[in-house]
């Protein structure tokens, strides 16, 4: 399957209001790495410094580098075609999801970058990789002062909390907004990222019962 065939094939899924299996696996597994790497780090911010700290760390970092990557992988396949209607984009719903992807990409990226500027100041010679796989280099700051060296450390690290703790709140924000279309307003926004198979009738399936369809793209 070339490139556009996959699209021609995602595209199909969403003019009967779905999400293509590609953006299911995208979502479910970028979330599941979001919440595994929050716990995760919380764990290791209390553990006692020592090489099992470091390993712990060195481990943190390479997840959120592998996430760095899905997060680029994911905006360039949803630069390529386009989403369900699922939730009228004028609307509060609408502008609040909107609001909602736009910090998901963000933290997607800034949260490795500022954990990788740490990793960086770290006086260590373990190695980074993506995956376990894709070698990563180290920034080089041991070039540096260590007085500049502990403030990158500390701009850093005070980045990466605010971002954790602004996403471990957005998280149950999603999801709860997600329950919240599927139990009041009765539309199509949590199955379409649910349901792979999906009506076999054309057109749009995304609005409430009797009420045609939305009028705008939903975000994944």
Avoid: C
């Avoid at 979330?31 to 919380?42: C, K, P, R, T």
């Avoid at 060296?149 to 709860?176: C, E, Y």
């Avoid at 792979?196 to 609005?207: E, F, H, I, T």
């Amino acid at each position: 399957m070339n490139l556009v065939t996959a699209i021609e094939w995602a595209e199909g899924h969403h003019r009967r209001g779905l999400y293509s299996p590609i953006g299911v696996a995208f979502h479910w597994v970028m979330a599941g790495l979001m919440v595994v790497q929050l716990g995760y780090g919380w764990y290791l911010g209390w553990q006692p410094v020592g090489g099992d700290k470091y390993i712990g760390y060195q481990t943190h970092t390479e997840i959120g580098l592998t996430i760095m990557l899905l997060g680029t992988l994911r905006f360039l396949w949803r630069s390529q075609i386009g989403t369900p209607d699922t939730v009228d984009e004028a609307s509060l719903s609408g502008r609040a999801s909107h609001l909602m992807e736009l910090w998901f990409y963000f933290s997607f990226f800034a949260l490795p970058i500022s954990g990788w500027v740490m990793w960086s100041t770290l006086p260590n010679d373990l190695p980074l990789s993506i995956a376990g796989v894709i070698p990563f280099p180290n920034l080089p700051f041991d070039q540096l002062s260590e007085a500049l060296q502990h403030r990158l450390m500390q701009g850093a690290a005070k980045a990466h909390v605010w971002i954790v703790w602004i996403t471990a709140l957005a998280i149950p924000g999603h999801a709860g907004a997600a329950v919240l279309h599927y139990l009041v307003k009765r539309d199509r926004v949590l199955p379409s990222m649910l349901d792979l198979n999906g009506p076999q009738a054309p057109g749009v399936v995304g609005s409430a019962p009797g009420t045609g369809s939305a009028g705008g793209p939903a975000r994944t």
